[in-house]
């Protein structure tokens, strides 16, 4: 065990409960199990991340998850709570908090009709937060995205798998991956479509996407994929559709503002997919401008 796995909380696996399917993250399956070492049903429910080694992902990456999730107390990412070796130490599961509510697409497709602005904006500035926190540690995660958002309660949402994150280099602004994957490039800033870039402000693109989920109430039918795909051409196929989208966005095409988005909302999200890296707004100075329209939505309420 490298030497800060000692302070790890273990959790036995004869004590976990399987209960159901939550979802399915990076590098594995999410389930819902109940901890309960007395065997009464009095334990707490629990969500446990089983490591699936497949192609892309090893058992170091997800040692280095489990390092990353073990260092942020941060109220605006899902809280880590352990480890749980299974029998032969074969493979491990990373231990969490189970968040009632569950993503924020399944929820905001739910709740449409008593989510407003407010609200939306809510979960924005939370999201930002979380993402100052990631960036104070020099982290990436490199796939933000509503999908990838849990809701704690109707007021708080946190970020949630960390399968895709890596640490930026102390010596350099960005971190290059080798290769690409299974890559959410709708999500994607085109420095990171284009060279494999990705820093604090191509997560600051995808953060601009997000908001542009919300503010869809995650419709199924305007998802950034699916608008992109209009805009390309539905004939396109296969690893050419990146460079595609690469061209619109360099021709400056942008997702378009949702119904009833309010403009400075809109604007936020424009200024978010600037298409050099360098004149896109930090995390805390989005942070402040969501802010900002939260009061102003507060002094003259539209939705
Ligand atoms: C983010 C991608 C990977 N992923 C993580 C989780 C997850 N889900 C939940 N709660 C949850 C989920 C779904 C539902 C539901 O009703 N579904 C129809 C209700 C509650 N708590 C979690 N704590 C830590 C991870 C995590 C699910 N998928």
Redesign the pocket.
Known sequence: LSPNQHDQTLFEERHLRFISN?????F???E?CRYDPLGDNTGEF??V?KLQPNKQSTLEDFKKEVNTLSVFHCDYI??YRGICYSTGRLSMSLV????????LI?YLENNRHNVNTRRMLLFASQICKGMECLQSLRYVHRDLAA?????ASESLV?I??FGLSKIIPFDKEYYRVTQPGESPIFWYAPEAINELKFSHKSDVWSFGVVLHEIFNYCDMNSNPKKLCMQEIGYNVQGPSVSMHLANILKNNWRLPAPPNCPTKVYSLMMECWAYDFAERPCFSSLGNHIETIMQDERENPKG
Not at 96 to 103: A, I, K, V
Not at 147 to 151: A, K, S, Y
Request: hydrophobic letters at 40%.
């Open positions: 939550l979802g399915k993250g990076n594995g399956i999410v819902l629990v969500a991340k899902v809280k969490m908090e189970y968040l009632p509510c569950g993503s399944h999908r990838n958002i849990l809701v946190k949630a798998d």
